[in-house]
T-cell receptor, first 114, second 114 residues
Framework: AQTVTQSQPEMSVQEAETVTLSCTYDTSESDYYLFWYKQPPSRQMILVIR??????QNATENRFSVNFQKAAKSFSLKISDSQLGDAAMYFC???????????FGQGTRLTINP | ETGVTQTPRHLVMGMTNKKSLKCEQHLGHNAMYWYKQSAKKPLELMFV???????ENNSVPSRFSPECPNSSHLFLHLHTLQPEDSALYLC?????????????FGEGSRLTVL
């Protein structure tokens, strides 16, 4: 079974600085998708960024980018120019191609210090 | 109203009560999900419905009974729960024929079992 591991329960960063959240996963499949979701306090979880495993280029969405290392099964999220609104729980998730089930990591709580 | 709406947002119940959680999506999706979010644990998939049919039951105890009358509505009926069932219950929706696999989440129903 696939598993997703986020080894950092909590992270903090100064406003305007850059922070990287780690995620590793375990799978025997070659075709899959990886996601980072953001869950602000008492608000709904939203998709931050998505990576298709068959794409070598790392996904980027404005200040958010990933470092996808397929061989190492690593999928880290980099947040540049951190803003107070980035404070949230961040979840890494995996989905096999053709499957509906998302497998989530334990989450990383990100605090932004003004 | 848009997105995925869950009611109630907060629920306190005794172990002998019967209550229900409701989820409604306005996104035109045809797949709906229940996830359980407990502190310091990964999100746990409970049930998946595609076109009103249950396609996955992740070994959930029978005290949780889902119902999906149509593709826009999903219920979770609760009876004789245990204190360890206290958690945030998240509803999500997506297209059943997964392309990108993105899930859209509601804000959750915070359940406390006394």
């Amino acid at each position: 079974a696939q598993t997703v591991t986020q080894s950092q329960p909590e992270m903090s960063v100064q406003e305007a600085e850059t922070v990287t959240l780690s995620c590793t996963y375990d799978t025997s499949e070659s075709d899959y998708y990886l996601f980072w979701y953001k869950q602000p306090p008492s608000r709904q979880m939203i998709l931050v960024i998505r990576q298709e495993a068959y794409k070598q280029q790392n996904a980027t969405e404005n200040r958010f980018s990933v470092n996808f290392q397929k061989a190492a099964k690593s999928f880290s999220l980099k947040i540049s120019d951190s803003q107070l609104g980035d404070a949230a729980m961040y979840f890494c998730a995996y989905r096999s191609a053709g499957a509906q089930k998302l497998v989530f990591g334990q989450g990383t709580r990100l605090t932004i210090n003004p | 109203e848009t997105g995925v709406t869950q009611t109630p947002r907060h629920l306190v119940m005794g172990m002998t009560n019967k209550k229900s959680l409701k989820c409604e999506q306005h996104l035109g999706h045809n797949a709906m999900y229940w996830y359980k979010q407990s502190a310091k644990k990964p999100l746990e998939l409970m049930f998946v419905y595609n076109f009103k049919e249950q396609t996955e039951n992740n070994s959930v105890p029978s005290r949780f009974s889902p119902e999906c009358p149509n593709s826009s509505h999903l219920f979770l009926h609760l009876h004789t729960l245990q204190p360890e069932d206290s958690a945030l219950y998240l509803c999500a929706s997506s297209q059943a024929v997964v392309a990108t696999g993105e899930l859209f989440f509601g804000e959750g129903s915070r359940l406390t079992v006394l």
